[in-house]
C-alpha cells in the first residue's frame, strides 16, 4: 500500500468543512466513553484528534500512518502494525479503511484487534440519502432524529482514493457488518454522525 495523497491535501479551505468538525467531535466522543489510559490512531491526518487528546487528557496517543511526510509515531500499514498484541486498550481508525481494497479490509481489522487490548472504533463513509431534523426549545432537552436511505445504490467507481463506501452496490451494511464479526469483533454501537451523515462510526470490542 502507497500513500494517496500529498500533506498539503489536509489545507484547512480544502479538508476541514464544518461536517469534518462534527466527524472530529464524535470521535472524541466515541474514544472517551470508553475510557482508555491509551490509544493508537490509525492516519493522522491533519492531526487535529491528537492535539486535543495530548492537550486535554490524560490518554497517552500514539499513531500509525504510511505517510511518512506526516511523521506518525510508527511509519507502518494497517496490515502489518509494528506493535505487540495487546499494546494499546483502544485502536482507532477514522475514514481509512475504505482506502484499502475491500478483500483488506478484514485483515486490517484483525491486526487492529490485535493489538488493542478491548476496543477497536472506526468510522467509514456512508453513501445515500438522509432525511434529518432537530427541535430545539426553551427549557426541554434537543430532540434530533436522522434516517439514511440507500434506495437504488450506484456502483462505486474508484478516483484514486476510495476502493469502497457503505451504501453502494455490493457494500451493505450487513457486508461490513459481517466482515467485523470476521475478524473477531462484536459491534456495540454503531450510528450515522448527526450533521455529518456521510460518516458512519462503530465501535467494537473483541471476542
Given at each position: 500500500m502507497?500513500?494517496?495523497v500529498e500533506?498539503?491535501h489536509?489545507n484547512?479551505?480544502k479538508y476541514?468543512?464544518?461536517?469534518?468538525?462534527?466527524?472530529?467531535?464524535?470521535?472524541?466522543?466515541?474514544?472517551l466513553?470508553v475510557?482508555?489510559?491509551?490509544?493508537l490512531e490509525?492516519?493522522?491526518?491533519d492531526r487535529?484528534?491528537?492535539?486535543?487528546?495530548?492537550?486535554?487528557?490524560?490518554i497517552?496517543y500514539?499513531?500509525?500512518?504510511?505517510?511518512?511526510d506526516?511523521?506518525?509515531?510508527?511509519?507502518a500499514?494497517?496490515?502489518?502494525?509494528?506493535?505487540?498484541d495487546d499494546?494499546f486498550?483502544?485502536v482507532?481508525?477514522?475514514e481509512?479503511?475504505?482506502?484499502?481494497?475491500?478483500?483488506?479490509?478484514?485483515?486490517?481489522?484483525?491486526?487492529?484487534?490485535?493489538?488493542a487490548?478491548?476496543n477497536v472504533?472506526i468510522?467509514?463513509p456512508?453513501?445515500?440519502?438522509?432525511?434529518?431534523?432537530?427541535?430545539r426549545?426553551?427549557?426541554?432537552k434537543?430532540?434530533i432524529w436522522?434516517?439514511k436511505?440507500?434506495?437504488?445504490?450506484?456502483r462505486?467507481?474508484?478516483?484514486?482514493?476510495?476502493?469502497w463506501?457503505?451504501?453502494k452496490k455490493?457494500?451493505g451494511?450487513k457486508k461490513?457488518?459481517d466482515?467485523?464479526i470476521?475478524?473477531?469483533?462484536?459491534?456495540?454501537e454503531?450510528c450515522?454522525a448527526f450533521?455529518?451523515?456521510y460518516h458512519?462510526?462503530f465501535?467494537?470490542?473483541?471476542?
Amino acid at each position: 500500500m502507497e500513500k494517496q495523497v500529498e500533506k498539503k491535501h489536509y489545507n484547512f479551505h480544502k479538508y476541514c468543512d464544518e461536517e469534518r468538525f462534527v466527524s472530529y467531535w464524535h470521535q472524541l466522543k466515541e474514544i472517551l466513553k470508553v475510557g482508555p489510559h491509551s490509544v493508537l490512531e490509525i492516519g493522522v491526518g491533519d492531526r487535529v484528534l491528537e492535539s486535543y487528546i495530548k492537550n486535554n487528557t490524560s490518554i497517552k496517543y500514539n499513531s500509525a500512518d504510511i505517510a511518512d511526510d506526516l511523521f506518525p509515531d510508527a511509519i507502518a500499514n494497517v496490515t502489518k502494525l509494528p506493535f505487540a498484541d495487546d499494546s494499546f486498550d483502544t485502536v482507532c481508525a477514522f475514514e481509512v479503511l475504505e482506502h484499502l481494497p475491500f478483500e483488506k479490509f478484514i485483515v486490517a481489522l484483525k491486526e487492529m484487534r490485535r493489538v488493542a487490548v478491548e476496543n477497536v472504533i472506526i468510522s467509514l463513509p456512508h453513501w445515500g440519502r438522509h432525511f434529518s431534523f432537530q427541535i430545539r426549545l426553551p427549557y426541554f432537552k434537543k430532540i434530533i432524529w436522522q434516517h439514511k436511505f440507500n434506495f437504488w445504490p450506484i456502483r462505486h467507481i474508484f478516483k484514486g482514493e476510495h476502493y469502497w463506501e457503505i451504501g453502494k452496490k455490493d457494500y451493505g451494511l450487513k457486508k461490513i457488518k459481517d466482515a467485523i464479526i470476521t475478524a473477531g469483533l462484536e459491534v456495540k454501537e454503531d450510528c450515522v454522525a448527526f450533521n455529518s451523515p456521510y460518516h458512519h462510526f462503530f465501535v467494537m470490542k473483541k471476542i
